[in-house]
């Protein structure tokens, strides 16, 4: 059965400081793995795809990367705005549905 | 571009009670999606139209659930009997129709808080 796993469930930090998200995948064939960024009483909005191990990328102060096994999504120099929960979810094959598998998401909390 | 719609954003409800949610896609989108969520998960995936034809219906779906599309437009979610764990945020998305290997970005609504007592 397919399954995302994110870590750590909260993040804080202080502003400036850079870190790290992890989420780990299982999944019988990966169609794409996804990003979004989710603020409180809000839906979730995109951030990322990736299609295929090795694949990386960027937008503004955020970075993601994909492995077979696991995504990072990258935060440089965060600023309180970056202040959200971020969900990864994973599109399994034959992924024509649109139907993802989220992970229960990382809460980060930049202070300034 | 006003986006994905939803309506009523926060419902009260009785246990027992029937109660009705609305989505209304950003136009031209052909597919639709409702998930929900609990506090501290990430969304959970309920059910997929593909215009006005329901392609997919998660197997943890009761069947106190039924969701329609009629004229492949505007959605509803209706729950019947409800029960608080029932209780949740019930989110709507929509995606456009691509081609194969096409980037399936979700657009979602704000969705509706639902609190059975």
């Known amino acids: 059965e397919d399954q995302v796993t994110q870590s750590p469930e909260a993040l804080r930090l202080q502003e400036g400081e850079s870190s790290s998200l992890n989420c780990s995948y299982t999944v019988s064939g990966l169609r794409g793995l996804f990003w979004y960024r989710q603020d409180p009483g809000k839906g979730p909005e995109f951030l990322f795809t990736?299609?295929?191990a090795g694949e990386e990328k960027e937008k503004e102060r955020l970075k993601a990367t994909l492995t077979k096994k696991e995504s990072f999504l990258h935060i440089t120099a965060p600023k309180p705005e970056d202040s959200a929960t971020y969900l990864c979810a994973v599109q399994g094959l034959p992924g024509n549905t649109g139907k993802l598998i989220f992970g229960q998401g990382t809460t980060l909390q930049v202070k300034p | 571009d006003t986006g994905v719609s939803q309506d009523p954003r926060h419902k009260i409800t009785k246990r027992g009670q029937n109660v009705t949610f609305r989505c209304d896609p950003i136009?031209?989108?052909?597919?639709l999606y409702w998930y929900r969520q609990t506090l501290g998960q990430g969304p959970e995936f309920l059910t997929y139209f593909q215009n006005e034809a329901q392609l997919e219906k998660s197997r943890l779906l009761s069947d106190r659930f039924s969701a329609e599309r009629p004229k492949g437009s505007f959605s509803t979610l209706e729950i019947q009997r409800t029960e608080q764990g029932d209780s949740a945020m019930y989110l709507c998305?929509?995606?456009?129709?691509?081609?194969?290997?096409?980037?399936?970005?979700?657009?979602f609504g704000s969705g509706t808080q639902l609190s059975v007592l």
């Open positions: 990736l299609y295929s």
């Open positions: 136009s031209e989108h052909n597919r």
């Open positions: 998305a929509s995606s456009p129709r691509q081609g194969a290997g096409a980037n399936e970005k979700l657009f």
